[in-house]
Nanobody, 125 residues
């Protein structure tokens, strides 16, 4: 069974930082592009960041460019999202995702192969 398990969410003040982690099991991580999505209350799930199977290509939503960094460690089946300069608009449940096609991650949430269950991030003002 494929499982993606997120951790690292919590409550942080505006301007602070968090690092989210995604532990993958049941798949060959090096075969998959990975990404992070988020969903705020009352909003649709949106793509935040993506990374190719090799780590050679990355994608970021305009809203997080320069603040968030996605990385991966295939040997340890881990994906990370370093979030700096957080603001209240970043408050959401953050989901780890895996897909054979990086384009599915960069274009949106439709057709993603595997999802984690999410970790909540709350940024106070």
């Amino acid at each position: 069974q494929v499982q993606l398990v997120e951790s690292g969410g919590g409550l942080v003040q505006a301007g602070g930082s968090l690092r989210l982690s995604c532990a993958a099991s049941g798949l060959t991580l090096s075969s998959y592009a990975m990404g992070w999505f988020r969903q705020a209350p009352g909003k649709e799930r949106e793509s935040v960041a993506g990374i190719s199977w090799s780590g050679g290509s990355t994608y970021y939503a305009d809203s997080v460019k320069g603040r968030f960094t996605i990385s991966r460690d295939n040997a340890y089946n881990m994906v990370y999202l370093q979030m700096n300069s957080l603001n209240p608009e970043d408050t959401a449940v953050y989901y780890c995702a895996a897909d054979l096609n990086l384009g599915e991650i960069t274009r949106g949430s439709y057709g993603i192969d595997y999802w984690g269950r999410g970790t909540a991030v709350t940024v106070s003002s």
